[in-house]
C-alpha cells in the first residue's frame, strides 16, 4: 500500500510567530487523518517545528550538500538533518534547478546522501512551459526521474517519493487538470518499472498550486498519492483542507 502523503514546502518563508501559529494547530487537526503530514521549513526553524509538531507531521529540509561533512561553509548535510529529527528531505525542487543551477546528477547524489542517512527523499521532476509546448514534456520527466534516482539501491527504494510539480504551474496560479497530473504520474510510474524499481509501491505527488479548491480532483487520481504544497502550506486553514481532501483508505 502505498504512503499518502502531504508536504507543505515553505521555501524561504517562516518565522517563530508562525510555527507558534501554524504547526501546532495543524498538527492537532491531522493527527487523526490517516496520511502522512510532512512540513518542509527553513533549516533555522526545523528544530522548533520538530518540538511544536509533537510527532503529528514529520519534518524535513529542503535541501541538503552533496557532502556528508566537511569544510563547506553554509552548506547542511544529510547526516545532519537526520541527527536533529528529520525524517525526509527536499530533493532537486524546480526552484533549485532553475535558480541554482542544480542538474540531475547533482540530485542523484543529494538523493544517496538522503537514502544514506536513513532520511525519505522527495525527488522533484518536472518541465517548463516551454518543454511541455514542445512536446517534450514526458521525456524530460523520464530523464530526470532516471537519472535522478540512478543511485538508488534496491533495498532504498521504500525511502522514495517522487514529486511531478509542472514549473509552469508552481506559483502562478495555473494548474495542470487532474487528467493532464494523473497522465504524467503513470507516465512516472512507468519509468520506475522500467529502472526495476517497485513501482506500485512508490508514492507520486503532485506539486503546482494546489489549493483546498483543486485538491479533492486531483487526490482521486489512481496515481497521485498525495500532494507537495507551496503557498498554501503557509495557511492553517488551507494545509488542513488540503490534507482532509486526501483519503486515508486506499488499496493503492
Given amino acids: 500500500m502505498r504512503r499518502r502523503i502531504v ?3 515553505w521555501k524561504m518563508n517562516g518565522s517563530h510567530n508562525l510555527v507558534a501559529e501554524l504547526v501546532g494547530p495543524v498538527a492537532h487537526q491531522v493527527r487523526e487523518l490517516g496520511i502522512e ?10 528544530s522548533a517545528v520538530i518540538k511544536a509538531a509533537d510527532n503529528a507531521m514529520a519534518v524535513g529540509v529542503q535541501n541538503v550538500s552533496e557532502k556528508a561533512q566537511g569544510a563547506y561553509t553554509g552548506e547542511i548535510s544529510a547526516p545532519m538533518a537526520a541527527d536533529i529529527g528529520c525524517r525526509y528531505g527536499l530533493v532537486g525542487h524546480s ?13 542523484a547524489v543529494k538523493t544517496e546522501q538522503l537514502l544514506g542517512a536513513g532520511l525519505s527523499a522527495i525527488v522533484c521532476v518536472g518541465e517548463t512551459l516551454e518543454q511541455r509546448e514542445a512536446g517534450r514534456a514526458e521525456a524530460i520527466v523520464a530523464t530526470q526521474v532516471r537519472e535522478g534516482l540512478g543511485k538508488v539501491t534496491p533495498e532504498q527504494w521504500g525511502q522514495v517519493v517522487v514529486a511531478y510539480e509542472p514549473v509552469w504551474a508552481i506559483g502562478t496560479g495555473k494548474t495542470a487538470t487532474s487528467e493532464d497530473a494523473q497522465a504524467m504520474h503513470k507516465a512516472i510510474r512507468g519509468v520506475l518499472e522500467n529502472m ?18 483543486n485538491a479533492a480532483a486531483l487526490f482521486a487520481e489512481p496515481d497521485i498519492d498525495g500532494g507537495l504544497i507551496g503557498g498554501a ?3 492553517a486553514i488551507d494545509f488542513v483542507s488540503i490534507c482532509q481532501a486526501l483519503p486515508a483508505d486506499t488499496h493503492r
Avoid at 503530514?37 to 526545523?46: R, S
Avoid at 526552484?95 to 542544480?102: A, D, N, V, Y
Avoid at 526495476?196 to 479548491?213: F, H, M, N, Q, T
Fill in 196 to 213: 526495476g524499481a517497485p513501482a506500485e509501491s512508490i508514492s507520486l505527488l503532485y506539486g503546482g498550486s494546489v489549493k483546498a479548491d
Fill in 233 to 235: 502550506s503557509l495557511s
Fill in 37 to 46: 503530514a510532512v512540513v518542509f521549513p527553513p533549516a533555522l526553524y526545523v
Fill in 7 to 9: 508536504a507543505g514546502n
Fill in 95 to 107: 526552484e533549485r534547478r532553475q535558480l541554482f543551477g542544480e542538474t540531475d546528477a547533482q540530485v
